[in-house]
């Protein structure tokens, strides 16, 4: 049998060779993944992929984070997860246990007053108010 040519599949923005003999649905997939990225493209930035929902952009130092309104998802980019981590992993890191030398309970001594609420981790700050 001779040789066939290779034909060409375009999509939207993507031109890939595609041997008839020998694809095995990669020039599908590849067109699929371009479908995707148009879509993407489209779709804007502060619409909730979710719901379809409104989302605000809160930014804590360099990091946006979007937050829908509606379904209360939260998306970032995986850089901007990074950084969240790095910033949870720092801020562990300076957090020491509240330990202090207690005195000896006596009758005279008045209750303790009430400890504030400790936030357990950075990412909690993040949802507060």
């Known amino acids: ?13 993507v031109m890939t060779p595609a041997c008839p003999r020998h694809d095995r649905g990669t020039s599908v997939r590849v067109l699929r993944r371009a479908r995707i990225e148009e879509y993407l493209r489209g ?12 989302m ?3 930014t804590f130092g360099h990091v946006s984070v979007r937050r829908c309104a509606d379904c209360s998802g939260v ?11 790095e910033a949870e992993t720092d ?9 202090a030398t207690l005195p000896r309970i006596t009758s005279d001594m008045d209750t303790p007053p009430v400890a504030p609420e400790r936030t357990r981790a950075f990412v909690e700050t993040l949802f507060k108010g």
Do not use: K, Y
């Not at 779709?43 to 409104?54: F, I, S």
């Not at 998306?75 to 981590?85: C, E, N, P, T, V």
């Open 56 to 58: 605000a952009v809160r």
């Open 43 to 54: 779709v804007d930035e502060l619409t909730c992929p979710q719901c379809q929902g409104t």
């Open 91 to 99: 801020w562990h890191a300076f957090q020491s246990p509240n330990t």
């Open 1 to 13: 049998m001779p040789p066939q040519p290779l034909r060409s599949v375009s999509s939207i923005a």
């Open 75 to 85: 998306f970032l980019s995986r850089a901007d997860l990074g950084a969240l981590i």
